[in-house]
């Protein structure tokens, strides 16, 4: 099996998950609690916030607050900021090419009284610079743009969004989850004031997540209750998936720059071969992109076909659009903000790699690939 897939899900790092198991059964205390099992689950809560803070380079651990999911750090962004500061201003602004966690709540906020302005990209995925500064007003609360995308790997060009943003708007948001632990990561220096991070796709459990929180940013709880999480996210602390993200987030702090080099090395020479298919092309930025995230897209046959090809045949795992939303079979809202038309954006192939993955990978892929495309297309009707 080749996986490589790992925008989706990653495997738990083994070394991280020989460190977190103890919070399963052993040292089960509530972090809330006041005797020694309780402290200690405590301790190992405040250690891993610092870790996930050290990964971001954020002032305090006290500006990261733990989450459930992804989904729930964009929501408790997105919702607590505009429902706090509405009273400053009811205008939004959001990137076309953001995950469907970004995009709904948006959405939701625009039907309750929000104005919301959807920023265009180009057709590598960039930010439309000159939009966004004309867009941006006294009136913005909120502007939400991915660090980086996961399903066309892009990334975008944060100070200068950050610039643009508190120029005349007021909080800037950023969904990192395909970006932490890939690529260099500042808030301070980047001047991000609420940013999203995902434990599985830094090697950790599923089940946790954070949200940076700049000093001085104000925000409302979306979920009430007793008062956890300094009263934003309420609810008992999930100590092993967190644990584990703490962990994981040391690890890719440390192992960074040499995990970057190696998966570029890997992706490039994946690219390269893939790219000799015929009608074969590469989506995102050629170069500002993700180092273990290489994206094409095939003439006259469906991305679905690919990946259901290249698994049952070959055993090698890989994506069309995003998989929060690929049941859909909805041509990805990302392929047709880049300008692709529906039956392009239908071809779509999405390769993510992991630590798994080696050179030895390239060959394998890049030979399967070829075939499933032959094949597919002396059967396709197109």
């Known amino acids: 099996m080749v996986y490589l897939d790992h925008a989706a899900a990653s495997p ?69 900021t505009a429902l706090r500061n509405r009273k400053e201003g009811t205008h939004l602004i959001v990137s076309a090419i953001e995950h469907i966690s970004v995009m709904n709540p948006m959405k939701d906020l625009q039907k ?75 808030v301070v220096r980047d001047g991000i004031d609420l940013l999203t991070l995902s434990s599985n796709d ?20 979306v979920m009430p209750g007793g008062g956890q999480e300094r009263g934003l996210r309420s609810g008992t602390e999930n100590l092993f998936a967190i644990a584990g993200m703490g962990e994981a987030a040391r690890y890719a702090g440390a192992e960074m720059a040499e995990e970057m080099a190696r998966e570029q090395a890997i992706r490039d020479a994946l690219v390269r071969e893939v790219l000799t298919i015929d009608e074969s092309y590469l989506t995102g930025h050629p170069t500002d992109r993700l180092p273990n995230h290489a994206s094409f897209r095939f003439s006259r046959i469906e991305g679905e076909s690919i990946l259901l090809n ?10 069309t659009g995003s998989a929060c939303s690929s049941r ?26 992991g630590r798994q993955n080696t050179q030895a990978d390239v060959p394998v892929v890049a030979d399967a690939m070829a075939r499933t495309v032959e094949r597919l297309r002396s059967i396709s009707p197109l």
Do not use: W
């Open 202 to 221: 830094l090697g950790g459990p599923r089940g946790a997540a954070a949200l940076y929180i700049a000093p001085g940013v104000r925000i409302a709880s």
């Open 112 to 186: 309750a009284g929000f104005d919301l302005t959807v920023a265009p990209v180009d057709g590598e995925g960039v930010i439309d610079a000159a939009f966004l500064e004309e867009a941006v007003s006294a009136e913005t609360t909120l502007v939400s743009i991915n660090v980086a995308n996961d399903e066309i790997g892009t990334v975008e060009p944060v100070r200068e969004i950050s610039r643009i943003v508190h120029e005349q708007g007021r909080y800037l948001h950023m969904n990192a989850t395909a970006a932490a632990g890939r690529v260099p990561i500042d």
């Open 310 to 319: 290249l698994d049952t045949l070959f055993g090698i795992q890989v994506a």
């Open 12 to 80: 738990v790092d083994p070394r991280v998950l020989a460190f977190c198991s103890r919070y399963l059964a052993g040292d089960y205390g509530n972090p809330s609690a006041l005797y020694s099992l309780g402290l200690s689950a405590r301790q190992a809560l405040e250690e891993a916030r610092e870790r996930v803070a050290a990964l971001i380079h954020a002032e305090s651990p006290k500006s990261i607050v733990f989450t459930g999911s992804a989904t729930e750090s964009n929501n408790l962004a997105i919702r607590g």
């Open 328 to 353: 859909t079979l909805e041509p990805s809202h990302v392929l047709l903000a880049i300008g692709l038309a529906h039956e392009e954006a239908h071809g779509s192939v999405v390769m993510s790699l």
